[in-house]
């Protein structure tokens, strides 16, 4: 008689062993994975601030990285996949310096006001005006084309001007509202601004520009205030 086949185990009989094997394999593999796809996005991020978006090539990507065309497709489906990736990337690092900045200081109208101005300062900053202007011509095309997917690129940014609102609210300071809601009215207003003064290229230098960029971040700011600040109890006018 010949032998029997061993018997086929389930996940439900493995091992104590075997489970910790299967577990550092995914552990790398997930490690590689990630690792790789978190190059392709440091290599385009790098790739749009040098040349432009016409500059982000397949070639050039994989030239850049020296990972393989197949490594690509396994992690992004097309080139937008890609951009959104680098949205959100670029969202999170300007988050994470924004929060660092607004965390010193205690007055929630502080906290806001640093954040609005430095969303139009940074972006509008001499040395990073090309790599601005390139992705404000994506953000209004991803806008229409994936909409869905870009909100969820910027939402650390509206989460964190909500937070500042939701501060605010808490003390006081602000008018009672939906903090969510009225960070992404912000977060539109800020952006509707900047796409408009990017892609009018300006050519201004030295201090003319750094003027317009002043001009043009206090004046947001005071339509942000005059929005958020809770009217005097005294004084029924407009703050």
Sequence with gaps: MSPRPAPTRGAATESAWERRALDQVLRSTQHRFLSRSRQFVAAARGLV???????????????????????????????DDLLLAVFEETIRSASARYREGADAFE???????????????????????????????????LAGSRPGDL??????????????????????????????????????????????????????????HEKRVKNMANAVWEFCRRAVVAPDPGNQRNP
């Design 107 to 141: 007055d929630p109208l502080d906290r806001l006001r640093f954040i609005v101005q430095g969303m139009i300062e940074g972006a509008w900053s001499r040395p990073t005006i090309p790599h601005s202007i390139a992705m404000s011509r994506e953000h209004l095309r």
């Design 151 to 208: 909100r969820c690129a910027l939402q650390p940014l509206t989460e964190l001007i909500a937070g500042a609102l939701a501060l605010g609210i808490a003390s006081g300071r602000f008018r009672q509202a939906d903090p969510h809601e009225t960070a992404v009215l912000i977060h539109n207003l800020v952006s509707s601004t900047l796409h408009a003064a990017l892609l009018a290229a300006p050519g201004e230098e030295g201090r003319a």
């Design 49 to 79: 601030a040098e040349k432009g978006i016409d500059g982000l090539t397949l070639r050039a990507l994989l030239e850049r990285t020296g990972l393989s065309r197949r490594a690509f497709y396994e992690r992004f489906e097309t080139k």
